[in-house]
């Protein structure tokens, strides 16, 4: 299983050919693949706010769910992709996804952070049926998003880097408790690693923007490795 977290591909930001890139690389092979958020920017997905970026990729998981699993989870610059984009992926989501095995977690991580009050109230306030509402049927809503990206960027940016580890650790024991034994985490853009014993770990993973790093999974044996996309052809034993 090959992870995909915090690429935050953009136009503006020069890195979508690139990914563009890894994703053929990623057919070569045959493991199934997780989105584990942040992916874009920005992606709204509705009309007027979407750009050829999107729907390329929305194509691309299309076609890759036939060969592979693709799973998506939402972050936090990820809007209404698991109401109005399910079909383009095996499963797709906007918060946490439990494997079939009830062991394996996936969380992007914005959430983990209790303490951090202004992120949560922005999330209630931009995630939600109303403000859906309102982006879809008001002429001024790219506008609005235009004026509102830059704040947004500052606040989404404040935990990239830096690691809450109490919350993680508080986090991480909630989860050990109700019998998760592997958690994966991205947001933070920064690897790191909380251990209980020998079988039970939480591991946040490198953001792809800054590091082009991916990570794969074997479930069977729970072994983890981080690799350079580029090496990917060669990565076998992590189907």
Known sequence: MLIVTD?????????????FQMLEAIEKTGHDLVFLGDIFELWIAM???EEEIHTRFSA??????????????????????AEERPEAF???TPNARLLEDGATLFVHGDQINRNDKMYHI????????????????QPWGPWLIRSLQPGLNR??????????????????????????????VGHFHREYS?????????????????????TLYQERSKKIKTIPWQELPAAGGYE
């Open 7 to 19: 690429a935050h591909i953009g136009k503006a930001v020069q890195s979508h050919a690139a990914f």
């Open 47 to 49: 009309p007027r706010y």
């Open 60 to 81: 691309w998981c299309r076609r890759q769910k036939h060969i592979r699993a693709v799973g998506f989870l939402e972050g936090n610059h990820e809007f209404f992709v």
């Open 90 to 92: 095996t499963w797709c």
């Open 122 to 137: 922005f999330r209630k306030l931009t995630k939600n049926k109303f403000s859906k509402f309102i982006l879809r049927t």
């Open 155 to 184: 606040m989404n940016t404040k935990d990239h880097g830096s690691i809450p580890e109490k919350e993680i650790e508080k986090f991480a024991e909630s989860k050990f408790a109700e019998g998760v034994d592997t958690i994966f």
């Open 194 to 214: 909380y251990r209980r014993g020998e079988s039970k770990q939480l591991r946040a993973l490198p953001d792809w923007l800054g590091t082009q790093k991916v």
